[in-house]
């Protein structure tokens, strides 16, 4: 296993997943379950692979969690609930708490706060992006842990925007998905060709591409 610990994973580890302390081995095999569901996805580990990768037996796994799925939501559900939620937005208060004076600035500051956030925390990000789509109860703890705190903070500086006439009279649920869309589009699309090493990929020519989009699109 890596030897660095991502700023999340280690808050997690500490605080344990139930509000019980983390035993040594249960330490092992949630960060080999990690590692694991970051580089070949939840559907592709096998819990005998995250005991090899631990060093421990098949049995010890099953008998802290009873199936791979326990595995994967006693890393993710209190991880959004109670650890997620408040590590996002304390990552993402001076963004949220700016004065900006232009979309763009907003922009700007937005994507390079994200782009920072998911360098420093690979794995959850990862697994986040594959393993959302296809678990209606991780997603259901996203909506309740993160989106409402973060669309309250939103909504004051496009409320703002739009009655200074720099933002489109749009409703906010609209600008926020539209934003949403694209920035999330190019941080994943930047991470992927970074971590593929791809030569072809213009980061400054896509961050411009990208604000100029929303800019036009939305002022």
Avoid: C
């Amino acid at each position: 296993m890596t030897e660095q610990m991502e700023p999340w994973l280690k808050e997690l580890l500490e605080a344990g997943s139930d509000g019980k302390k983390v035993t040594e081995k249960q330490s092992r095999i949630v960060r080999a379950a990690i590692e694991m569901f970051a580089e070949k996805g939840y559907a592709a580990s096998s819990t005998s692979e995250i005991a090899q990768r631990a060093g421990v037996a098949e049995g010890t796994i099953f008998r802290h969690y009873k199936t791979k799925k326990d595995l994967l939501l006693a890393i993710a559900t209190p991880a959004l609930a109670r650890l997620i939620a408040p590590f996002v937005m304390r990552e993402f208060r001076g963004v949220l708490s700016a004065d900006y004076d232009s979309f763009e600035s907003f922009l700007r500051a937005l994507i390079d706060n994200r782009i920072e956030f998911v360098k420093q925390n690979l794995s959850l990000f990862k697994i986040l992006v594959q393993e959302l789509p296809f678990h209606s109860d991780l997603q259901e703890r996203f909506r309740e842990a993160i989106l409402p705190l973060v669309l309250e903070r939103v909504e004051r500086i496009l409320d703002r925007f739009k009655a200074e006439g720099k933002l489109r009279d749009l409703p906010n649920v609209t600008l926020v998905r539209l934003i949403v869309s694209v920035v999330f589009g190019y941080v994943l699309g930047r991470t992927w060709s970074e971590a593929r090493g791809e030569a072809r990929w213009n980061d400054e020519a896509e961050r411009e591409a990208t604000i100029a989009f929303l800019v036009r699109g939305l002022t």
